[in-house]
Structure formats: structure tokens, C-alpha cells
């Protein structure tokens, strides 16, 4: 693997086992990221005693090495994108810098902005608020000994400690999915970890998968100058994704000057003088300067004593309601987040957390709000997701595709947001979008929701929201969107269903 930035300590020397003084917790949780630090505040702000074991930089691969740097390197290209699609500031930045140069981007000052987003790698700060909250942080390697158990073992030594609790959890996340292909380990790949991290703009990166991660990949480094060839094996980018929707995608990416290579089979690697040289299945080869390996992420359970309770490692924990792993006696054992596989999202991970949490703090005989320690039994049908591409999309609840597969009669409803009728054109003067509902036949309630187009991350929620409450589209039309927005988009949706013959 290439190791871009040997500078980063990714397994911090302070908060070791040797300082721990404590051996009995109401609760110890495996994973620092937000999914372990939510369920740890939670729980310690109800006064419980708990312990937070962390092997890596606390903050977790969300934090660290995903989401947040991820998004520092995109927001500064969003908002010169923005500039540009307005009048003023577009001609102002064409004449400074020359219609749709990356220039604008000033690249020190990038990286300084992502390095800052990340506290430059550094959980001192992370670690100190928990402290202040009630939490106990130790950096170590974490692992179940038998019911209620867990040993912590000491990355730089071999010194270990025993601990005992009345509930563990497991929020240990998940890493990235390396595919077989002959010779890509010794042709040292990034993974999402150094392309987050990478002080310089390789002249061609080359990005094996195109699921969110990998697209939105292809737009940061496009943006950036590199020469962009995007590989996937499907006959579609974002798989699972309403087929309109990557479409419109992948033609952005297009017109940004990315290759794609769709049923795109790689069979070997090599590095050869600095260089990456991929042969394929049809015979042909390409050659890059970088490899990302952006082909999804596996559940990081292995090693840390699962099997002990036939429990499959590197596969998700199988959880109840109450995100307690199933068949294990006496309800200790708790799987929240990309370890249980519900919503493989941040945001899901933490709803999980408050979830666990809730039950940990009831059964303890703390009294809890009623109707809180428990997730909804269509949960897995109401994850929201956003692809922060150019265009973002952001989706929520099922696709026309999955309802009428439920045997459920559906509609969709789909409108433009740009163009006559909208007021899009504040915010981009070409603004291109669309909306799409998918609505229950028999009872109007709204199934699932798509949006593409700029800033539409933050039309969702509202979707969310009616999906989550068992709203109808008639509901809908009395919740009333300021004007002039982007969220207009649901006036449309609704007019629309006001026209549809149902």
C-alpha cells in the first residue's frame, strides 16, 4: 500500500492501558468512532461508568479518514462550482482565472483546510471532550475473553489488561474491501485513507469502483487536474441507484473529463518505474500513476473474539430491536453501526448508538422516555444516503423497483427543478435538476424519495421525515416550503400528484 503521508501517527501513544486503574464498567464499548462515542456520551451522561477502547485515532474512519476529510477537499470545489454558475462572481472568476480552471483552487490551502477539518490527525481534543463528558478513553486493542469480559491489549507492547462489564459494545466498524486481482498488494494502492491525506495531485488516478465513495473520488481529483479513469464492473455507476439518477451522474463526470469503464474486469497489477500498468479480461491494459481501491467495505470484526459465541467474523452481527446480538445469553452483547450491517452510514450508526444506549440505560433501571430503545421494525427501508457528486443526489426509502417487488402498488412522481417555474436559477443560473416521490397507490403515503441537483442535500430530510412518520402525499401538500428555495422542489412533487390519476 502507499504510504503517503508517514508524518500521520495513526495509533496514538497517549491514554495507553497502563494508566487504567479501573477493572469493572457498567459498559465497555470496542470503537471510538461516532457510532462508539454517541452510544458512550449517551450512557455516561445517564451516570453510568464507561469505557471507550479505541486502536486508532478516536474519531474513528469517519472522522479520520472518510467523511470529514472527504468532504473538506469537496466543499471548497462545491462552492467554486457555485461561483461560477452565478452572474458576477462567474465573470469576476472567468477573468481572473479563465472559464472552468481549477486554479481557482488555491492547493495548499486546500490541504491546510482538510488537515484543520481533521485536527492535522491528532484525537488529543477528541479524547479531552469525552473525558469532560464522563467518558473514560484507552487506546488499545480491544477483544471479548468470555461472557462479559474483554481484554485490551497495548499496540507498542505486550502488555494487556482484563476488564469486566455488564454490556459491551461492538462498534468497530468496517474497512475497506481489497479486491483478488494478481499482483495489486505489491503494486502498493491507495485506499480511501490516502487519498483523503495525499499532499499532491497525481497525474492520472485510476479508481477501481464507482459506488459513492469512488464517484465522489473522481470528482475531487478531476476538479483537482488529474486525469481521472473510473472502473467499475458493473454496466452502471452507483449501483442500486435509480438508474436516472446515475445516469445524470455519470454524464457530469463525463463532461469533467473522466473516463469510464463500465463491465470493466481487472485480472492483474503491476508498478513498474512509478507507474501502474492494469491489464484486463478483453485483453486491453491502462496505465496511471495511482490506484484507489474504492470497491466497498467489509464489517472489522475479525480478531476480536466473536467466534468464541458463533458469532461469524468479517460479516455482520445479526441484532434485535434493541441492537443486542441475537442467541446470546443474558442480552450483554450489543452490535451497533457498520458491524451489524442495518444502514452502513455514519448517521445510521449514531441513530443505532442512542438506540443501544436507551436499552443500556432502561435495563440498568434508569427510567428511560418510552419508545427510544428500540428501532423501527422497516428501519432498513428508511436510510437516508447522500453521493456528494456534481450533481449531489440524495435519496431515501424504496425505489418503484423494490416497492412493487414487496408486491406493493406504487407510483412514481417525478418533476424538473430547473428551468420555468422555478426559482433554481438563484442559486444556478442553468440549474439542472429533478425530484422524484414513490407513492403507495392505496394509501398516498410517500415510499421513497430521490433529489439531483446542487445542494440537495439538504432537501431530504423533509423526506425522511414523512417516510419515518407514515406520511401521505395529501399530508404533504399543507407542509408549505419557503420561497424562493430549492425546497420548492416539493410544491412540484406535490402539483404533480395533484395531476396523477391514482
Known amino acids: 500500500m502507499s504510504q503517503t503521508r508517514p508524518d500521520i501517527g495513526a495509533h496514538p501513544k497517549h491514554r495507553r492501558i497502563g494508566n487504567l486503574t479501573q477493572h469493572k464498567w457498567d459498559v465497555v464499548i470496542l470503537g471510538g468512532g461516532p457510532t462508539g462515542q454517541t452510544a458512550a456520551v449517551r450512557i455516561a451522561g445517564a451516570g453510568l461508568s464507561v469505557l471507550?477502547?479505541?486502536?486508532?485515532?478516536?474519531?474513528?474512519?469517519?472522522?479520520?479518514?472518510?467523511?470529514?476529510?472527504?468532504?473538506?477537499?469537496?466543499?471548497?470545489?462545491?462552492?467554486?462550482?457555485?461561483?461560477?454558475?452565478?452572474?458576477?462572481?462567474?465573470?469576476?472568476?472567468a477573468t481572473k482565472h479563465g472559464k472552468g480552471k481549477s486554479d481557482v483552487i488555491d492547493l495548499q490551502g486546500l490541504w491546510g483546510f482538510r488537515d484543520r477539518a481533521t485536527f492535522n490527525w491528532n484525537d488529543t481534543g477528541n479524547s479531552e471532550m469525552l473525558e469532560r463528558l464522563g467518558v473514560v478513553v484507552v487506546h488499545g486493542?480491544?477483544?471479548?475473553?468470555?461472557?462479559?469480559?474483554?481484554?485490551?491489549?497495548?499496540?507498542?507492547?505486550?502488555?494487556?489488561?482484563?476488564?469486566?462489564?455488564?454490556?459491551?459494545?461492538?462498534?468497530?466498524?468496517?474497512?475497506?474491501?481489497?479486491?483478488?486481482?494478481?499482483?495489486?498488494?505489491?503494486?502498493?494502492?491507495?485506499?480511501?485513507?490516502?487519498?483523503?491525506?495525499?499532499?499532491?495531485?497525481?497525474p492520472h488516478l485510476v479508481i477501481f469502483g464507482a459506488?459513492?465513495?469512488?464517484?465522489?473520488?473522481?470528482?475531487?481529483?478531476?476538479?483537482?487536474?488529474?486525469?481521472?479513469?473510473?472502473?467499475?464492473t458493473g454496466a452502471q455507476i452507483l449501483p442500486g441507484m435509480v438508474s436516472r439518477a446515475a445516469k445524470t451522474v455519470h454524464d457530469s463526470l463525463v463532461k469533467m473529463g473522466v473516463e469510464i469503464r463500465v463491465d470493466a474486469h481487472a485480472t492483474e497489477v503491476?508498478?513498474?518505474?512509478?507507474?501502474?500498468?492494469i491489464g484486463f479480461s478483453d485483453g486491453s491494459k491502462l496505465e496511471g500513476s495511482e490506484i484507489l481501491i474504492a470497491t466497498g467495505r467489509k464489517t472489522r470484526t475479525t480478531g476480536i473474539g466473536l467466534t468464541a459465541f458463533s458469532i461469524q467474523e468479517a460479516v455482520p452481527v445479526?441484532?434485535?430491536?434493541?441492537?443486542?446480538?441475537?442467541?446470546?445469553?443474558g442480552g450483554w452483547l450489543y452490535a451497533i453501526g457498520d458491524t451489524n450491517g442495518i444502514g452502513n452510514t455514519t448517521h445510521m450508526g449514531m441513530y443505532e448508538a442512542t438506540i443501544c444506549a436507551q436499552h443500556i440505560i432502561g435495563k440498568s433501571g434508569k427510567t428511560i422516555v418510552p419508545g427510544t430503545d428500540s428501532a423501527l421494525p422497516?428501519?432498513?427501508?428508511?436510510?437516508?444516503?447522500?453521493?456528494?457528486?456534481?450533481?449531489?443526489?440524495?435519496?431515501?426509502?424504496?425505489?418503484?423497483?423494490?416497492?412493487?417487488?414487496?408486491?406493493?402498488?406504487?407510483?412514481?412522481?417525478?418533476?424538473?427543478?430547473?428551468?420555468?417555474?422555478?426559482?433554481?436559477?438563484l442559486y444556478a443560473e442553468n440549474y439542472t435538476g429533478w425530484a422524484q416521490w414513490v407513492i403507495e397507490v392505496k394509501t398516498g403515503k410517500l415510499l421513497g424519495a430521490v433529489f439531483v441537483g446542487k445542494g440537495v442535500a439538504n432537501l431530504l430530510h423533509a423526506s425522511t421525515v414523512a417516510i419515518v412518520g407514515g406520511m401521505?402525499?395529501?399530508?404533504?401538500?399543507?407542509?408549505?416550503?419557503?420561497?424562493?428555495t430549492l425546497s420548492e422542489a416539493y410544491n412540484l412533487l406535490v402539483q404533480q400528484s395533484l395531476s396523477t390519476e391514482w
Open 378 to 425: 422497516q428501519l432498513r427501508d428508511t436510510v437516508p444516503q447522500t453521493c456528494f457528486t456534481e450533481p449531489q443526489v440524495s435519496w431515501v426509502g424504496q425505489s418503484l423497483a423494490q416497492a412493487t417487488g414487496k408486491g406493493i402498488e406504487a407510483k412514481e412522481i417525478s418533476v424538473e427543478t430547473g428551468g420555468p417555474g422555478t426559482h433554481s436559477y
Open 318 to 329: 445479526a441484532v434485535d430491536q434493541h441492537m443486542r446480538a441475537k442467541d446470546i445469553a
Open 270 to 277: 503491476q508498478r513498474r518505474e512509478g507507474k501502474v500498468i
Open 472 to 484: 401521505t402525499w395529501q399530508q404533504m401538500l399543507h407542509a408549505v416550503p419557503s420561497f424562493p
Open 141 to 202: 486493542s480491544g477483544s471479548l475473553q468470555s461472557a462479559q469480559k474483554v481484554v485490551i491489549r497495548d499496540w507498542y507492547s505486550d502488555e494487556s489488561v482484563d476488564i469486566e462489564a455488564k454490556s459491551v459494545v461492538i462498534a468497530t466498524g468496517s474497512e475497506s474491501k481489497i479486491p483478488p486481482v494478481n499482483g495489486l498488494t505489491d503494486a502498493k494502492f491507495w485506499t480511501p485513507r490516502e487519498a483523503v491525506s495525499a499532499r499532491e495531485v497525481p
Open 52 to 93: 471507550l477502547v479505541e486502536r486508532e485515532l478516536a474519531g474513528g474512519e469517519c472522522q479520520n479518514w472518510a467523511c470529514v476529510p472527504s468532504k473538506a477537499l469537496l466543499r471548497p470545489l462545491e462552492i467554486a462550482s457555485d461561483a461560477r454558475a452565478v452572474g458576477g462572481i462567474q465573470e469576476a472568476l
Open 211 to 232: 459506488g459513492p465513495v469512488g464517484s465522489e473520488f473522481a470528482t475531487i481529483y478531476s476538479q483537482l487536474g488529474s486525469r481521472v479513469t473510473l472502473v467499475t
